[in-house]
């Protein structure tokens, strides 16, 4: 079992930054690839970015690339979310999850963090 905890969320003026931590326990992360979703009121959880198990592999959404960096340090099984330049349609619920069997379908979930964007 990995259990994943998000931290980092809160409120910011559009423009602002927040960086999100997901810090796992229960196994290490350095075999998983990982990813960070968000989900809005009334709409779909979207997946924002992914990092294979040694970083080098990225993936961001459209809606993202540019502003938002995915990075994760093994050695504090712990990843991270830097968004920059948020804008009010970036408010949502912010989840981190691993996907342990490498086939997009991510197994493990955290609870979650709230983001909210002021304009």
């Known amino acids: 079992q990995v259990q994943l905890v998000e931290s980092g969320g809160g409120l910011v003026q559009a423009g602002g930054s927040l960086r999100l931590s997901c810090a796992a326990s229960?196994?290490?992360?350095?075999?998983?690839?990982m990813g960070w979703f968000r989900q809005a009121p009334g709409k779909e959880r979207q997946l924002l970015a992914s990092i294979s198990w040694s970083g080098g592999k990225l993936h961001y959404a459209d809606s993202v690339k540019g502003r938002f960096t995915i990075s994760r340090d093994n050695a504090k099984n712990t990843v991270y979310l830097q968004m920059n330049s948020l804008k009010p349609e970036d408010t949502a619920v912010y989840y981190c999850?691993?996907?342990?069997?490498?086939?997009?379908?991510?197994?493990?979930w955290g609870p979650g963090t709230q983001v909210t964007v002021s304009s």
């Open positions: 999850a691993a996907d342990t069997t490498q086939t997009g379908l991510y197994e493990y």
């Open positions: 229960g196994r290490t992360l350095n075999s998983y690839t």
